[in-house]
């Protein structure tokens, strides 16, 4: 189940809790992240990635034709992989994309925590979640302790997502909050 919550970034207050997808999305408007759900491919379980792309290619052209984006892959990651606490570390840091973020679920879980106008907005995504967290914005991306999703990244030019860390203490105050 999609969740998220707004926290105050100075005392830690809870602000908003939220499962509804509709009360999601208006409430990330304004810091101009956006939240969509998708309908859910039915493939079976493992699909390569050409499968997964072929499956949404009519959303992913809707959406990349609206966005100017250019292209689209796919990123799974699982509990055995041998580098899936590195792969988690490099994103827990609170930091900056020189353009937007953007992700769908097909399969799995991740929390997208974006540090803005002095709140804690944690989008806890789920199993046909689409995020766009914008370019420039201060966030950070946890998959948990045993990472487990199938993830489209659609984007422009892949080396807009190299973090760029704030060097702040944020993530460290404020984790994910798993739902």
């Given at each position: ?120 907005y944690d989008a806890h ?55």
């Open positions: 189940m999609s969740l998220l919550t707004v926290k105050n970034a100075a005392t830690g207050a809870l602000e908003v809790s939220t499962s509804d997808a509709a009360e999601i999305a208006a409430a990330l408007a304004p810091i101009n992240v956006r939240f969509e759900r998708w309908p859910v491919a039915e493939l079976p379980a493992g699909a390569d990635a050409e499968t997964v792309l072929a499956a949404y290619r009519p959303q992913l052209d809707s959406f990349m034709g609206a966005t100017g984006a250019g292209t689209a892959d796919v990123i799974k990651l699982d509990p055995s992989h041998p580098q899936k606490d590195a792969m988690r570390a490099k994103f827990l840091s609170e930091h900056t994309h020189t353009e937007d973020e953007v992700r769908f679920f097909h399969e799995g879980v991740g929390n997208f925590v974006i540090h803005a106008n002095g709140k804690v995504c789920t199993q046909g979640d689409l995020i766009s967290v914008p370019a420039n914005a201060q966030h950070w991306f946890d998959a948990g302790l045993e990472p487990s999703f199938t993830v489209l990244r659609i984007f422009t030019d892949t080396t807009g997502w190299t973090p760029h860390y704030t060097g702040t203490d944020m993530a460290d105050r404020f984790p994910a909050v798993i739902g």
